[in-house]
């Protein structure tokens, strides 16, 4: 098999295209990366893979290689053409040409799941959609075990945080709640054609069989959080106020029955302080 460099330097020749900066395209040319993501991922005979943005298709023909079924979703109508011209052989391929965003995810892993045992995502992320993406695959509730993606560094620090820690963003608050998050590796911009302006990191996202803490109105505790985090230099008790969600005094009372300062910062507290606030609310 050629690398993963050489690979991509004929397809894009071939084709005569490069890459799109809007659609945030870096492909993969690292194999050692490359063989990192897919031994992370942990695919197994059995396993449908979900991977998002196969791009020139590099990492899916890794995942190709081992997985029951792979289910690339893709909205750049030119590499639509590369990847069926390249998988047309493999019987275990389905391209979707869509936006992420707009695709039922619940609807294909339904479809998919009398065949397969456990559903895996997978995905070299376009960066400049990372937390619709990452939102949209914990929001959903899907069936699905794992998802290990490359992200920027700075965003993988974020996902990865202890909820509470100097880091943490309403986002980790999420990625905790249904997620054991780890860092997997660093990645050199060298890996990628074009190189992108930040650095990049691999996660894996451990979809939790049960959440942390006990809350009693799950809505509303993320609602809080994203308040609280909206203005970042605010005390909770502004943050939450601002949003409309509750009064001043309300949340005035919830924090001295919690024993929690009034001068707290959404940032400070934990998970469970959350869920705390949260149940208090009538
Ligand atoms: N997987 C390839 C690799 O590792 O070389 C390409 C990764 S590149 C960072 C991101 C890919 O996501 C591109 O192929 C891009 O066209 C695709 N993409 C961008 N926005 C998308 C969206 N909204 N829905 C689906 N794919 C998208």
Do not use: H
Not at 53 to 60: A, R
Not at 198 to 224: A, Q
Request: some cysteine.
């Amino acid at each position: 098999m050629e690398s993963a460099y050489t690979q991509t330097m004929f397809i894009l020749k071939k084709y005569n295209i490069s890459a799109s900066k809007s659609l945030g395209q870096n492909f993969l040319i690292n194999d050692d990366v490359i063989e990192k993501i897919v031994g992370a991922a942990n695919i197994e005979k059995e396993d449908l893979v979900i991977e998002i943005g196969p791009g020139l298709g590099t990492l899916t023909n890794k995942l190709l290689e081992k997985a029951k079924k792979v289910i690339a979703i893709e909205l750049d109508q030119r590499m639509i053409n590369i990847l069926q011209e390249r998988f047309s052989l493999f019987t275990n391929f389905e391209l979707i040409n869509e936006d992420v965003l707009k695709v039922n995810l619940k609807e294909i892993i339904q479809k998919e799941k009398q065949q397969i045992r456990n559903v895996k995502i997978v995905a070299n992320l376009p960066y400049y959609i990372t937390t619709p993406i990452i939102m949209k695959l914990l929001e959903d509730k899907l069936e699905i075990e794992s998802i290990t993606v490359m992200v920027q560094k700075e965003v993988a620090k974020r996902l990865t945080a202890v909820p509470g820690a100097k880091l943490s963003g309403a986002i980790t608050y999420a990625v905790n709640y249904y997620c054991e998050p780890k860092e997997v590796i660093t990645v050199p911009n060298s890996s990628f054609i074009p190189e992108p302006e930040v650095e990049s990191e691999v996660i894996k996202l451990n979809l939790r069989k049960e959440p942390p803490v006990k809350l009693k109105n799950e809505k509303l505790f993320f609602k809080l959080i994203k308040a609280s985090f909206m203005q970042r230099r605010k005390t909770l008790i502004n943050g939450i106020s601002n949003s409309g969600e509750m009064q001043k005094e309300e949340i005035k009372q919830i924090l001295k029955k919690l024993n929690i300062s009034e001068n707290v910062r959404g940032e400070n507290l934990t998970l469970q302080d959350f869920a705390n606030i949260s149940n208090e609310w009538k």
